[in-house]
């Protein structure tokens, strides 16, 4: 018996999550790069896991509002995770 394939498993918020970060990085000029995989976890564990394997299929069920609360959900999340990050390296600095 072949072993089952469980790539294409995925959180569906892995991939939002991580855009969003790099497109609000410019306005984080103090955040050295590396500490950008530290926002994404901090925003990602402020988020429910879903998990799924094909994105179209979490987008096909998704009605209008669940679509906007999760865009919120990700923005609030990430907004959330940069200043924390942002905080917690100022109080490291000290």
Do not use: G, W
């Not at 094909?54 to 999760?70: G, I, P, Q, S």
């Amino acid at each position: 018996m072949s072993s089952p394939d469980f790539a294409s498993v995925h959180n569906y918020y892995e991939r939002p999550v991580m855009q969003a970060v790099a497109e609000l990085a410019p306005r984080y000029p103090a955040l050295e790069p590396e500490l950008l995989a530290d926002v994404v976890c901090v925003a990602l564990n402020r988020l429910p896991p879903r998990y799924i394997r094909h994105d179209v299929d979490l987008a096909f069920y998704l009605t209008e509002k669940e679509r906007a609360d999760n865009e919120r959900a990700i923005d609030e999340a990430v907004h959330h995770a940069f200043e924390f990050v942002q905080a917690r390296r100022a109080m490291r600095a000290r």
